[in-house]
């Protein structure tokens, strides 16, 4: 099945779920609380993929091998330079945020990987990986990559009123979290509005950006949203609880998977991690940030998310603490309960 990639003799404990990462500038501190949250909260092992300037890497593998033991054999990393197979490198490093467009690049440069998950450095994961993994089983046989809508609403939505190139249904695509199919993606051609025949992803980056470089303003996810526009039957399309972001409850609550399941991807975009705009969004950063590795989730981290949304209550997003507290108490819990199962098999008198 799409994502199981796996040794055959490998049992299911070991099996590897690919997650990638761009960071450039000033992002090492994002990432690495990224990376955690993705360690805190998954069972299966995970494979790394970390895409940094060259000054950054000494950096990310250093602080990567000061977490503890319990924590590091969890998953293993690999760190490569930032490269760019087609086009002028500079145009691509200085498209939209620094270096973003490298996640286009995915495919090409990953070529011994089925399936990956794809993030920004400012999406924290409030459950288990392994859930979002499990949407690849999901794919029809035509869908090769999945992301959720940019907005709920037309009305209010970016791209509804203001995109000046073809996007994606009524409101476009948020590539914040992408979860992509790499073996189809490298075996498809693709529909596109240069030539009448198809073409492959590597083929259609750089001529697609020619055509429409004066059309964009979010770089690199303007060019998925037109690539998806014309290929809509690739994309499987997941909803705005797995890429929540401030637009979700800034104006109101506006995604109702998130009210009824609770946040399970926190997408802290325009910066809201490090301002006052968003205090609930900047509260789970500090407190995923702040967790020292400890055993007891409950003691150092649910409990210090409680007292600091208590200080969020007269905000939009303050208003519904449940909806990212939810999430996190059931993966909790469920860590909880695995840990006395394992606790009581091994004492068998009990």
Same mark, same amino acid.
């Given at each position: 099945?799409?994502?199981?990639? =796996?040794?055959?003799?490998?049992? *299911?404990?070991?099996?590897?779920?690919?997650?990638?990462?761009?960071?450039?500038?000033?992002?090492?501190?994002?990432?690495?609380?990224?990376?955690?949250?993705?360690?805190?909260?998954? /069972?299966?092992?995970?494979?790394?993929?970390?895409?940094?300037?060259? /000054?950054?890497?000494?950096?990310?593998?250093?602080?990567?091998?000061?977490? *503890?033991?319990?924590?590091?054999?969890?998953?293993?990393?690999?760190?490569?330079?930032?490269?760019?197979?087609?086009?002028?490198?500079?145009?691509?490093? =200085?498209?939209?945020?620094?270096?973003?467009?490298?996640?286009?690049?995915?495919?090409?440069?990953?070529?011994?990987?089925?399936?990956?998950?794809?993030?920004?450095?400012?999406?924290?994961?409030?459950?288990?990986?392994?859930?979002?993994?499990?949407?690849?089983?999901?794919?029809? /046989?035509?869908?090769?990559?999945?992301?959720? *809508?940019?907005?709920?609403?037309?009305?209010?939505?970016?791209?509804?009123?203001?995109?000046?190139?073809?996007?994606?249904?009524?409101?476009?695509?948020?590539?914040?979290?992408?979860?992509?199919?790499?073996?189809?993606?490298?075996?498809?051609?693709? =529909?596109?509005?240069?030539?009448?025949?198809?073409?492959?992803?590597?083929?259609?980056?750089?001529?697609?950006?020619?055509?429409?470089?004066?059309?964009?303003?979010?770089?690199?996810?303007?060019?998925?949203?037109?690539?998806?526009?014309?290929?809509?039957?690739?994309?499987?399309?997941?909803?705005?609880?797995?890429?929540?972001?401030?637009?979700?409850?800034?104006?109101?609550?506006?995604?109702?998977?998130?009210?009824?399941?609770?946040?399970?991807?926190?997408?802290?975009?325009?910066?809201?991690?490090?301002?006052?705009?968003?205090?609930?969004?900047?509260?789970?950063?500090?407190?995923?940030?702040?967790?020292?590795?400890?055993?007891?989730?409950?003691?150092?981290?649910?409990?210090?998310?409680?007292?600091?949304?208590?200080?969020?209550?007269?905000?939009?997003?303050?208003?519904?603490?449940?909806?990212?507290?939810?999430?996190?108490?059931?993966?909790? =819990?469920?860590?909880?309960?695995?840990?006395?199962?394992?606790?009581?098999?091994?004492?068998?008198?009990?």
């Amino acid at each position: 099945k799409p994502g199981e990639q =796996k040794h055959p003799k490998d049992p *299911p404990s070991l099996q590897c779920m690919h997650l990638a990462v761009v960071a450039c500038g000033d992002r090492l501190e994002e990432t690495l609380i990224m990376l955690k949250s993705a360690v805190l909260f998954s /069972s299966r092992r995970l494979c790394f993929h970390i895409f940094a300037e060259d /000054s950054l890497k000494p950096e990310f593998e250093t602080k990567l091998k000061e977490w *503890p033991s319990s924590y590091t054999k969890k998953f293993e990393s690999n760190i490569y330079p930032i490269t760019f197979s087609v086009g002028n490198a500079q145009e691509w490093k =200085k498209l939209f945020k620094p270096c973003a467009a490298q996640r286009l690049f995915l495919p090409v440069i990953l070529k011994d990987v089925d399936s990956l998950l794809y993030v920004d450095t400012d999406v924290l994961f409030l459950r288990p990986i392994d859930d979002i993994w499990h949407l690849l089983r999901e794919f029809n /046989s035509t869908q090769l990559a999945a992301m959720a *809508p940019e907005h709920e609403m037309p009305k209010i939505g970016w791209y509804s009123r203001f995109a000046r190139h073809p996007y994606y249904g009524s409101t476009g695509l948020n590539s914040g979290v992408m979860l992509m199919n790499l073996t189809r993606i490298r075996s498809t051609h693709f =529909k596109n509005s240069l030539i009448p025949g198809g073409l492959t992803w590597e083929e259609m980056l750089y001529p697609l950006y020619q055509k429409y470089k004066n059309y964009i303003t979010w770089g690199d996810q303007d060019l998925l949203n037109i690539i998806f526009y014309f290929n809509p039957e690739c994309l499987y399309v997941f909803p705005c609880q797995w890429n929540y972001r401030p637009d979700h409850c800034m104006y109101g609550s506006n995604c109702r998977g998130a009210e009824e399941e609770g946040v399970s991807i926190l997408h802290g975009n325009r910066g809201v991690y490090h301002d006052d705009k968003q205090p609930t969004f900047k509260a789970l950063y500090e407190v995923i940030r702040d967790f020292p590795f400890e055993d007891n989730l409950f003691q150092s981290l649910y409990y210090p998310l409680q007292s600091r949304f208590l200080d969020t209550v007269h905000t939009l997003c303050g208003r519904i603490p449940q909806v990212f507290l939810k999430q996190i108490e059931k993966t909790m =819990k469920k860590v909880y309960e695995n840990r006395v199962i394992v606790y009581l098999g091994a004492n068998h008198k009990y």
